[in-house]
């Protein structure tokens, strides 16, 4: 062979070396990103909620049927917990953000309904033992997990401007949103 068909057949072996390195890259980097999923499925395994972060969107999902019941879009941009009510009816999606907010949503998948968490029965509670307001204890609540169907754990702290961190426990019947059997550890 030629010395001019050698260093041409060499440059194309060049190329196709870049090119193979280069795509290399990419899968290694797209594989790294590609665990923007996070699935859970329903005790009764009929049900199965799928979070894509990059789109910031729940999918409900019937796995019998195969079909997407429901969308919720997200505005946060962390990966929620899942937690399930023993019967399946319901699930909560808990959002902790960087600076400790909570966003707890309890969803009804029976009925495809959602429900906001909200804390104005728990200050209600606090409010008779400890001085408190509604954006003190806001950041820091968050669900733990279902008791039964209708009752969830819930956990609480406030730091107060004055004082000792307060830190706690309830549960909250969510279907009508009363606070009971708060218990507060200092």
């Known amino acids: ?45 009929l049900h199965e909620i799928t979070y894509n972060h990059s789109q910031r969107k729940s999918t409900m999902l019937n796995t019998e049927t195969g079909k997407k019941t429901y969308t919720i879009i997200s505005d946060e941009d962390v990966d929620p917990i899942f937690i399930w009510s023993p019967n399946s009816q319901y699930y909560a999606e808990i959002y902790k953000t960087s600076n400790n907010t909570m966003h707890n949503i309890i969803y009804d998948v029976k009925n495809g309904i959602g429900m906001w968490y909200d804390t104005k029965a728990l200050v209600a509670e606090l409010s008779k033992t400890i001085e408190i307001t509604d954006d003190d204890i806001n950041q820091y609540v968050t669900m733990s997990k279902f008791l039964d169907n209708q009752h969830l754990l819930i956990e609480f702290s406030y730091d107060p401007d004055s004082g000792q961190p307060i830190l706690g426990w309830y549960i909250y019947s969510f279907l009508d949103r009363v606070v009971q059997d708060v218990h507060i550890t200092k």
């Open 1 to 45: 062979m030629s010395k001019i068909k050698c260093s041409i057949l060499f440059f194309f072996l060049g190329i196709c070396v870049v090119i193979g390195v280069i795509f290399l890259i990419n899968i290694f980097n797209n594989s790294k990103t590609s665990k923007s999923f996070k699935t859970s499925i329903s005790p009764d395994k």
